[in-house]
């Protein structure tokens, strides 16, 4: 989306308001004095009164220039300049200014500073995104590209085997299929990291669809089945069952969720029996297409969508530490006001 631009049009600086507004308060003893030798009808040389008052204007009037263009002027200058450096690429600009002036341009700065460095993450953010998709890609689209051309160019005087034939087709299909899970999971992401509408939801109608969904699993609610949840229908079978996807693909056969309630948070712990998560593991768990089952059609994206969803609820996600012998993951979302 292009930005909307500013009418173009004549419009004063802020400077020259400023100084407008103190000369023009600089005049007014100036008048008052004219008026009243005027009135008067006084003639002569200005008394040493007169001449004082005057002084005391001018010095005052600039002193209130000065203190003026350093509180406001300068400032907004300054911040003007690194949006515009910023704009052209040069990040170094975000960095705190040298003078704020106000409180309310310290506010302003530190919002800019805020913005600024979300948008240089998520410009960071888009651009390894687009590297590990197009790795993601390239990689079954390559076997597809080399099983189709072995097929078409099959000799006729030394035909390829049925087994051969049916083993690069089946190839084929797999990689098709990878593909497919690959642009499921990215519209899933997607959908995650956009504004998404307000709801709620009953936490035991989601364990009662993890239960249809991964019979395999023994689910329990552990009495938190009456818990409700502020997350849309929708977005919550999405987290869950990803995590309880991630829990039966790691050998778990039990998943335990367990939500309390604090002050405004509501916490859900959902932990499973698997075979645990990998010291080096540990701190990758997030990162997008990061997976140790691709050969066994991992995405590497569940839990990419789960904190991205969450995130766009106002909720957030943790790995708890845990054995071998299990994960646990910790869930945060506000209560439902």
């Known amino acids: 989306m292009r930005a909307p631009k500013v009418k173009p049009k004549w419009r004063p600086p802020l400077a020259l308001i400023v ?12 008048i008052t004095i004219i008026w009243f030798r005027v009135v008067r009808a006084a003639s002569g040389a200005m008394a040493p009164a007169e001449i004082a008052t005057l002084a005391a ?32 690429g040069g990040r170094s600009a975000i960095r705190p200014l040298e003078i704020y002036g106000t409180r309310e341009v310290a ?9 600024a460095g979300k948008l240089v993450d998520h410009s960071d953010y888009v651009r390894s995104f687009a590297t590990h998709v ?13 099983a189709a051309e072995l097929l078409r160019d099959d000799d006729e005087s030394n035909p390829m ?17 990878r593909l497919d899970r690959l642009l499921s999971r990215l519209r899933e992401l997607a959908k995650a990291e956009l504004p998404s509408e307000q709801g709620s939801s009953s ?12 019979r395999p699993l023994a689910i329990s609610d552990e009495g938190s089945a009456d818990k409700m949840l502020s997350l849309p ?24 969720i367990k939500a309390s309630s604090e002050g405004r948070k509501m916490t859900i712990q959902m932990r499973d029996n698997g075979h645990g998560i990998a010291d080096g593991n540990r701190d990758r768990i997030f990162e997008p297409f990061f997976s140790t089952r691709r050969d066994n059609g991992g995405t590497g994206m569940g839990l990419g969508i789960v904190r991205a969803m969450l ?23 506000p209560c439902i006001a």
């Open 107 to 115: 506010t302003l700065s530190q919002s800019f500073l805020d913005l």
């Open 233 to 256: 229908g929708e977005a919550a079978g999405i987290i869950f069952a990803n995590l309880a996807e991630n829990a039966f693909q790691n050998g778990a056969t039990t998943v335990a």
């Open 161 to 177: 085997s049925l087994g051969q034939r049916n083993r690069f087709l089946a190839n084929i299909i797999a990689d098709t299929e």
């Open 19 to 30: 100084y407008a507004v103190l000369l023009t308060v600089m005049t007014l003893p100036i």
């Open 134 to 146: 197009s790795h993601e890609l390239k990689s079954p689209l390559t076997s597809i590209k080399g």
């Open 311 to 333: 995130a766009s609820h106002g909720g957030s996600i943790e790995l708890l530490d845990t054995s071998k012998d299990g994960t646990a993951f910790r869930i945060v979302l």
């Open 203 to 214: 936490l035991g109608d989601i364990i009662a669809q993890l239960k249809m969904q991964f």
């Open 57 to 88: 204007v001018v010095i005052l009037t600039l002193i209130v220039a000065y203190v003026l263009t350093r509180t406001l002027t300068t400032p907004i200058n300054a911040l003007i300049a690194r949006t515009e450096e910023i704009a052209r």
